[in-house]
């Protein structure tokens, strides 16, 4: 089912967003034979513009 084109986001437009606003995105993944872990992996992912970091990041100061 199609959206109507009023709806629709182009890529550059959904870029644009997500590096406004910001994205974190967080994991694990754990690599195992016979039961014994080999690999542990803690995934930890912002992805935001650096205006965008700055900005946030000056307000966290004048909250403190």
Avoid: F
């Amino acid at each position: 089912m199609a959206l109507p084109q009023e709806n629709r986001a182009s890529l550059c437009e959904l870029l644009d967003r997500v590096l406004n606003t910001g994205v974190v995105a967080m994991g694990e993944i754990v690599i195992s034979v016979a039961g014994i872990d080999l690999v542990y992996l803690n995934l930890n992912l912002l992805l935001t513009s650096v205006e965008t970091a700055v900005v946030q990041s000056r307000l966290m100061r004048e909250l403190k």
